[in-house]
């Protein structure tokens, strides 16, 4: 007892406070990088959009620079957000934000996780010093099912930061089915900045033009929104993930308006060298990339309501070119509407590139997507043909959210496949999700059917507030009808899991937060799972899955 009391100290004050922000983070994440669901976010985007939640933009001071390279804004709303506070002076709100043209209410909501609306800094006012900031993240699972005995995985991620001079960050993980105690891989990335400066070892990711000649990990497959149509070059930054988008090193110089990037990518004995040069404009940028498998200019730029992009690359192997090009228009306030063209010859083969299609593969592929968004309605409609053996794939997808005042949601979403040369043509999404939030309080109702082979459903029902309790039924007879869902999970995990066959599934989470006097941070989150499902199997199945994670920051 004596202990404990001498303990007390150490912890007071303390302020313990539920982790409810999660699902508002996903839902901001999938908007902004113009996933059609939470279910189609992965890891390494899911880390982008985190380091920019720890660290957010302050968007009243930062350089035209510094906003693309956020990938945060697109062309036509920075020039938009810009030309209001030269009339007006700086944005102090996000409500002010949402009436700026291009911006609306939902989009402003979704940047309030990753920028900071403060004020110019007064004059004779002293220069913020920068902070050293460390976060250790520390994560294990352990399952056991019916028939397949039982099995554990774990993940471990630090980082050490100060400001934006200096970063260092080493990850390691075990997943399910490995041998032995020790991780199964081993990621470390090094950051050192200096006024215009910067350098990248290690574990890097690269992302510039729109993606035909170089862009690290995600690649979006389909365009579920108009997000999605086009891409910010955000260019090179240090990668945090337990997955490894590029190991080597990097250097960029800023000269003024222009950034000179040059890397190299190992690849076992091969070694990959890349070089961008970047034109920093008011109205947009131009960049030029180039490797040893292909050489790229790209461009994004607004004139007045539309917005501009494009990329044209010309793979040096093959010498074959690809293309992508489009256009988004702002006719007023909330309403866009976007066409998307793109050409990937088969011919056109390069590695390192992820420019996102019918496919996440940038190669066989050519194609026409169109869409139009609104406050509370989203439609795209794409069209691919490939080169190769002249099979053909339309996809459209209707996307309506009911808004209101009051507690309740509701959102529909149809998805509609159609690939005429295949002997199952046809697959359709049909999706409706009712919400209601008292307080702190959110209940989720949803429910799924997809047709394809036979017909799969798929309900399930969420409550929560200090924890989750979630319960699910499913019926799906194949796995051509096998149906993706987006489960509640700790801060820096989106897990997704894929449900076939007949059964149940009941999931319970809880996180904690507290604040004490020398950590700024200590959160410790818990998820237990049980789920029987009857397959086309000689046994049906039963699982129990058990996921801790503790995360401190100090």
């Known amino acids: 007892m004596l202990f404990l ?8 004050p303390i302020a313990v406070v539920a982790d409810n922000d999660r699902d508002d983070f996903a839902e901001a994440v999938a908007l902004l990088c113009g996933a059609g669901s939470e279910e189609e976010i992965d890891e390494d985007i899911l880390e982008s959009y985190s380091r920019l939640a720890r660290h957010p933009l302050h968007l009243n001071t930062a350089s035209h620079r510094t906003v693309a390279a956020s990938g945060l804004l697109t062309p036509y709303q920075a020039a938009s957000f810009y030309d209001y506070r030269s009339r007006n002076g700086d944005v102090l709100s996000f409500s002010e934000l949402a009436a700026i043209n291009g911006f609306g209410d939902t989009f402003a909501m979704a940047l309030s996780h990753f920028v900071v609306l403060d004020s110019d800094k007064p004059l004779g006012a002293a220069e913020l010093q920068p902070k050293a900031d460390s976060e250790i993240i ?41 041998d032995g105690l020790f991780p ?25 033009g729109q993606g035909l000649v170089w862009r690290s990990g995600f690649g979006l497959a389909g365009f579920g929104s108009g997000a999605a149509f086009s891409v910010n070059p955000t260019g090179l930054s240090p990668a945090w993930s337990y997955s490894s988008p590029g190991r080597g090193g990097g250097l960029c110089v800023s000269m003024g308006r222009m950034e000179l990037t040059t890397a190299m990518k190992l690849a076992g004995k091969e070694v990959m060298p890349l070089i961008n040069a970047s034109l920093f404009l008011p109205v947009g940028q131009l960049g030029l990339t180039m490797t040893k498998e292909a050489v790229s200019l790209d461009t994004r730029f607004c004139t007045g309501r539309v917005d501009w992009f494009g990329e044209a690359a010309y793979g040096i192997q093959k010498r074959s070119p690809a293309l992508i090009s489009g256009l988004v228009f702002n006719p007023e306030y909330g309403k866009k509407l976007g066409l998307r063209l793109r050409f990937y010859p088969s011919a056109y083969k390069v590695s390192t590139a992820s420019a996102g299609g019918a496919t996440a593969r940038s190669s066989d592929e050519i194609g026409a997507t169109i869409g139009y968004e ?47 040369e295949t002997e199952l043509p046809f697959k359709t999404d049909l999706r409706a999700q009712l919400g209601y939030t008292s307080g702190r ?29 979630q319960i699910s039924l499913f019926d799906i007879g194949h796995w051509d009808d096998r149906i993706y869902v987006y489960e509640r999970d700790a801060p820096g995990n989106f897990s997704s899991r894929v449900f076939c066959g007949r059964g149940w599934n009941v999931q319970v989470y809880a996180g904690i937060t507290c604040r004490t006097r020398d950590w700024k941070r200590f959160s410790l989150y818990a998820k237990a799972m049980i789920q029987d499902c009857t397959r086309e199997e000689p046994h049906d199945r039963r699982m129990v899955e058990l996921r801790l994670q503790a995360v401190a920051r100090f």
């Open 5 to 12: 009391v001498n303990l007390m100290p150490f912890f007071m």
């Open 138 to 178: 520390v994560r294990s699972t352990m399952k056991a099912e019916t028939g397949g005995g039982g099995d554990y995985a774990y993940g471990t991620k630090l980082r050490v930061t100060y400001g934006d001079d200096f970063s260092f960050g080493v990850t390691a993980k075990r997943s399910y089915g490995s």
């Open 184 to 208: 199964q891989s081993v990621n470390a990335s090094v950051l050192l900045a200096k006024r215009n400066l910067k350098l990248v070892l290690g574990d890097f990711n690269a992302r510039f």
């Open 374 to 420: 609104a406050a509370d309605f989203i439609m795209t409609l794409d069209a691919m043909e490939r080169p190769s053996d002249r099979s053909r794939q339309y996809r459209a997808v209707l996307s309506y959210i009911f808004s209101s005042d009051g507690p309740c949601s509701l959102s529909l979403r149809a998805v509609e496949r159609f690939k005429p």
């Open 441 to 469: 309080w959110q209940h989720a109702l949803r429910v799924n059917a997809l047709i394809c082979r036979y017909a799969g459903y798929l309900g399930y029902y969420e409550a929560g507030w200090m924890d989750s309790r």
